[in-house]
């Protein structure tokens, strides 16, 4: 392979390893604090804003301009055409295309706070929490990890995470009262995060995997759907039940299919799910948990460069009741089932092996 071809992996080489476990340390904490990772969130949020405002039309694209991205996007492709007086795809209006981003991206802020939050447990005096990050690959770990915030004892597990002891500021008033605020803020929304993300609470996690996995999704206000699954009948709702679907989710709205998970020994059913998806209020939602993330990602600053003047925003609005207050269309959802959970079948072999 040459050296510029495609999946060129360069290797520095091996003089280039840090000497010392300090070393690498200092290496990691250049690149994880080099970006807010607040600052991408917020430039895709402001970009599904554009998204759903853009008019029919409204962009003109010049491939003469050499610098722009249309330019060279379209001289990638050399000769194939692009089709600029149709919109790309029939199915998705700009509407629903930003019904899917909001809802994609606030279930991905959603888990990046809480993954920060959950390796801010263990931060170590000058060190960044990249290692913690790389190293969180087991979903069970995690999910357990949340537990403390779905309980009585989660307003004191923010406090500790989030207040940890290298947290130097001035004793003020007003600074103590900022900070009780600020708690309480974070454990409101924290708790509401993870009941969003439990397995056993919302579970709402589910739908950004089937989503960013290529199943199929169909936003609708209509919420008309017929499934049929393998050699079961076809099912589908009443026009009855489908009335009280629509009042409940009551804004536009993602489907997908998600597993059943039964008792031991059992393969797991399917169920259809229709989450609310209505963009104003996932972005709301995305924007408070961009702020719990730049506030994570500062605080982990305050642990990996002690004895340093750091700045940090002490946010504290709106909580969850005043988000909800305002919008008439908080995240639900409906769930149909399609197939339950049914005793696992004995392999062939397994069979033959008790008849003997």
């Known amino acids: 392979m040459t050296p510029n071809g495609p999946l060129s992996i360069q290797t520095i080489g091996p003089q280039a390893l840090p000497r010392t476990t300090e070393a690498m340390e200092e290496l990691l904490k250049e690149h994880y604090y080099r970006v807010d990772p607040a600052e991408y969130f917020e430039r895709r949020l402001w970009g599904i804003v554009a998204l759903a405002d853009m008019k029919s039309g409204a962009v003109n694209w010049d491939s003469a301009d050499g610098d722009s991205l249309f330019a060279q996007f379209k001289g990638v492709l050399k000769n194939k055409r692009i089709a600029l007086d149709v919109p790309p795809g029939e199915t998705l209006s700009s509407r629903t295309m930003a019904s899917i981003e909001s809802y994609t991206l606030m279930q991905h802020v959603i888990e990046t706070a809480l993954r920060l939050f959950v390796a801010s447990e263990e931060r170590v005096t000058g060190s960044s929490l990249m290692l913690k990050l790389v190293n969180m690959r087991n979903a069970t770990e995690f999910r357990n990890a949340l537990r403390p915030l779905l309980g009585p004892a989660a307003r004191h597990k923010v406090q500790t995470v989030m207040f940890p002891p290298q947290l130097r500021g001035d004793e003020s008033a007003e600074t103590k009262q900022e900070m009780k605020q600020h708690l309480a803020f974070l454990t409101e929304w924290l708790s509401f995060f993870a009941r969003f993300y439990s397995d056993d609470k919302f579970n709402g996690a589910q739908g950004n ?126 769930v149909q089932p399609l197939l339950k959970p049914a005793p696992r079948q004995p392999q062939r072999g397994q069979q033959r092996k008790r008849r003997r």
Do not use: C
């Open 209 to 334: 995997n089937q989503l960013k996995h290529g199943a199929t999704a169909s936003p609708r206000a209509d919420l008309g759907v017929v499934l049929h699954i393998a050699d079961e009948p076809p099912q589908n709702f009443s026009e009855d039940d489908w009335e009280a679907a629509a009042a409940i989710v009551n804004a536009e709205s993602v489907s997908y299919v998600v597993q059943e998970r039964g008792a031991k020994d059992t393969v797991p059913g399917l169920n259809l799910r229709t989450d609310n998806s209505d963009p104003a209020t996932n972005l709301a939602i995305a924007q408070v948990g961009i702020t719990i993330v730049r506030s994570l990602w500062q605080m982990s600053q305050v642990v990996a460069f002690p004895n340093t003047a750091r700045n940090y925003e002490y946010d504290y609005s709106p909580m969850p009741n005043e988000l909800f207050e305002a919008t008439t269309k908080p995240p639900r959802a409906v």
